[in-house]
């Protein structure tokens, strides 16, 4: 099992640019997540799909910011334009099952994103 | 959602026992408590889970008193590559898989 895999790993782009981050769920898994981290506001759930659906997007800080899935094997977050302050650490995450509180979140390792 | 409290960081040596208790005061009837660890420049890791009681695993216990308003993490003799960020999450049930990720503790294990 490959585990959650995200792309690209690192990427600094200037202010103004358009940014897209991918992710590749563990095969058979219905439910998605995506992350932001921090030093000053820590770890924050963005947006999560269950079933490709977006269910929760109160995460996503402003309209540069959008998430899709086109299906099960494939997501991407997108900024668009791009500040200094989007600068951060963003994780991917899939779960088994849709809507179940108890499921574990497997992360991906991430995309350290720095914006000049 | 349930808000958790727990310790910004804790030392400890290696082969000591570590224990981290979270408060989670208004924890829900259906929630269940969870920990994750994280290590630098990796993504967060599943370590245990548990509703009430003991939980054990190849990894750590979770206890859990009867009232489930806390929950201590323990971590059986540390070593140096169990240095890492603890986080004690509580679920929603209300909002599904949704997980809220506190400040975590940071747990710096020494020689």
């Known amino acids: 099992d490959a585990g959650v895999i995200q792309s690209p790993r690192h990427e600094v782009t200037e202010m103004g640019q358009e940014v897209t981050l991918r992710c590749k769920p563990i095969?058979?898994?219905?439910?998605l997540f995506w992350y932001r981290q921090t030093m000053m506001r820590g770890l924050e759930l963005l947006i999560y799909f269950n079933n490709n659906v977006p269910i929760d997007d109160s995460g996503m800080p402003e309209d540069r910011f959008s998430a899709k899935m086109p299906n099960a094997s494939f997501s991407t977050l997108k900024i668009q334009p791009s500040e200094p302050r989007d600068s951060a650490v963003y994780f991917c995450a899939s779960s088994p099952r849709s809507g179940q509180v108890t499921d574990t979140q497997y992360f991906g390792p991430g995309t350290r994103l720095t914006v000049l | 959602l349930a808000k958790t409290t727990q310790p910004i960081s804790m030392d400890s040596y290696e082969g000591q026992e570590v224990n981290i208790t979270c408060s989670h005061n208004n924890i829900a009837t259906n929630d269940y408590i969870t920990w994750y660890q994280q290590f630098p420049s990796q993504g967060p890791r599943f370590i245990i889970q548990?509703?009430?009681t003991k939980v054990t695993n190849e990894v750590a216990s979770l206890f859990i008193p009867a009232d489930r308003k806390s929950s201590t993490l323990s971590l059986p003799r540390v070593s140096l590559s169990d240095t890492a960020v603890y986080y004690c999450l509580v679920g929603d049930e209300a909002a599904g898989n949704k997980l809220t990720f506190g400040g975590g503790t940071r747990v710096l294990v020494k020689p």
């Open positions: 548990g509703y009430k």
């Open positions: 095969s058979g898994h219905n439910s």
